[in-house]
Every structure is written in structure tokens, then in C-alpha cells.
């Protein structure tokens, strides 16, 4: 599994209600890890089966168009690597 990062600039609340939008139309039934952090603005830590899909998914035009119809910004990507191990202790939300 590998995890990359979203961050998007803006304020908080209003993308925070773009990624509700955007989850509503995203089917998540094939969500491995997925973590959304609202710091400064909303920080998304979401896994791919491998480097590749990420790079492929990230790169889509499907995603460009999902971002644009959800009204969120164009996120600075970054791949963090393979997930050696992850917990969670209770779900969250």
C-alpha cells in the first residue's frame, strides 16, 4: 500500500464542504486508508495499492474534472511512500 498527501490551500470550512461534495460522488467502497486533516487548510493522507496507481489516479483527467465539480482547488501532491504498518485505535467522525 502506498500513502500520498493532498494539501489544499484555503479556508477550511468551505473545503471541508467541497470533500463532503466531492466523497459524495467518489465511491468508497475500495478506500484502503483514508485521512482527512483540517489544520490551515484540509490536508487528505489517502492509500493506492502502489506508486503507480498513485501517480496514474493523481494524474487523471477523471480526478481533475472530480476536484472541479466538487469546487475544491488543485492540491500540491506529494507520494510519502510505503505503509509499513497502520492502526486505529476507535473510528473517528
Known sequence: MYLGHYAFDGDPTLLEAAYRRLMAMTPTDNLELHVVVRPDGLD????CPDE??????NSSREFAQALDASGL??????????VVSASVRQPVG
Open 73 to 82: 482547488p488543485a492540491p500540491r501532491i506529494t507520494g510519502l511512500g510505503e
Open 52 to 57: 503507480a496507481t498513485f501517480s496514474t489516479f
Open 44 to 47: 487528505i493522507y489517502d492509500s
